[in-house]
């Protein structure tokens, strides 16, 4: 028995038969659907492993509720667009995908695809576009969309209810921390309320943390860089420089940092919501892929490097100056870019832009808290000169 990657969304399978290389007959469904419609670009653009597809089954009636309400739409006149959920997305390989399958339809004028908040919009002109059509065709590659529920607008996304979590249990644990803060000795419930603080820290890395450290994960695992990466390890060697500093009563911190980078986040999606969208230019995506991969590298040298030659002389100091310049240096401000024809000279000032915060937090110029606050500033810094020297997203 040997073991080999599905060929379609990298997981990792067993099998006894050299010919098969799929993990389920979705994927080997869509994987020779994709080679024969000559979208081979997608498994380029690709990063990381994606999710199976599973048995693909469009159930009867599955789509009679488009018909009536694109109708409902077109009649009520002006722009014709429609709010879509979307399942089966992993990457921005998807986002590629989906934008070129749009364009198959006649009719279509725009597209936008958010990965993180798992939702499509899009725009066409009326009497001219099949909606029912497109959602088929999502369906033959592995993409199940549906509407928006009355009670659960698009603003609302898993992304948002993340942020919410983690705002409420970053509260409760400053607030369980605060006592030990008041009382300097002889609080007799210390140990329970930094108990109950590490508990909700737990939780926030439960469903904050995971939105940056699965990804990364999954990509290690198929030999990619992931552009979370660099925050991910921020956040996994965070308990242990607090650990290491003797300040139990700083575990809030950790719930802290989660949710504001959870925020910042959300900020940089909504700054421009259709950035992440457009991966049209494939050339332009693939090199920053290539400088993403370099910058990541050369940051974890520099990182390791400095961190192990202070342990010798400061070995507290070690593992917090390496959070630091972990959750600093995070490169998504400029893969939030990765729509735009931006020269090469503005990206390698993103590039100084983020690894100054990084040289930054190993001068002990920043901690963990002021480097994530520095690396949302200076991202949508970054964003927004990014919109006059790029242009605005193309279409």
């Not at 994709?34 to 597809?53: A, K, M, N, T």
């Not at 921005?92 to 499509?120: A, D, M, S, T, Y």
């Not at 099949?130 to 088929?136: D, K, N, P, Q």
């Not at 803060?181 to 930094?194: K, P, W």
Request: glycine share 10%; net charge neutral; with cysteine.
């Amino acid at each position: 028995m040997s073991k080999q990657r599905c060929k379609h969304c990298g997981t990792a399978i067993s099998f006894t038969d050299e010919t098969e290389a799929f993990c389920c007959s979705g994927c080997e469904q869509v994987y020779r659907l994709i080679r024969s419609e000559g979208l081979d670009l997608f498994y380029e653009l690709q990063i990381g492993v994606g999710r199976p597809v599973g048995e693909l089954d469009i159930e009867a009636g599955q789509f009679e509720w488009v018909k009536p309400y694109q109708s409902e739409i077109e009649a009520a006149g002006g722009d014709c667009s429609m709010y879509l959920k979307i399942s089966g997305m992993s990457c921005f390989g998807c986002i590629w995908l989906i934008e070129h399958l749009f364009k198959r339809i006649p009719g279509g004028k725009r597209i936008q695809v958010n990965l993180e908040e798992h939702r499509i919009y899009f725009n066409w002109k009326p009497g001219e576009f099949e909606v029912r059509a497109f959602l088929e065709l999502l369906g033959e590659f592995g993409y199940h969309a549906s509407p928006f529920r009355s009670s659960m607008p698009a603003f609302w996304s898993p992304l948002t209810w993340r942020l919410l979590l983690c705002a409420a249990f970053a509260m409760n644990a400053g607030l369980l921390a605060l006592p030990n803060y008041l009382v300097t000795s002889g609080f007799v419930y210390s140990g329970l309320f930094s108990l109950l603080s590490l508990l909700f820290a737990l939780l926030s890395l439960l469903v904050g943390g995971s939105y940056f450290i699965v990804p990364s994960v999954r990509s290690m695992r198929a030999g990619i860089v992931h552009y979370d990466l660099l925050c991910a390890l921020g956040l996994v060697f965070m308990p242990i420089a607090i650990w290491q500093a003797g300040s139990i009563r700083d575990l809030w911190k950790w719930s802290f940092i989660i949710f504001v980078l959870l925020g910042g986040r959300w900020l940089h999606i909504r700054l421009h919501p259709g950035e992440v969208d457009g991966l049209s230019d494939s050339a332009f995506t693939r090199k920053l892929y290539v400088w993403m991969q370099v910058y990541v590298f050369g940051v974890l040298a520099l990182v390791l490097f400095v961190c192990t030659c202070l342990s010798f002389i400061w070995a507290e100091a070690s593992i917090h100056l390496a959070v630091s310049a972990f959750l600093a240096g995070a490169w998504y401000p400029i893969m939030r870019s990765a729509d735009r024809q931006l020269p090469n000279w503005f990206l390698l000032v993103g590039v100084l832009l983020c690894f100054s915060g990084v040289l930054f937090s190993l001068f002990e110029l920043l901690g963990p808290v002021s480097a994530v606050g520095w690396m949302l500033f200076s991202g949508v810094c970054w964003q927004r000169l990014g919109a006059l020297v790029g242009g605005e997203a193309k279409p």
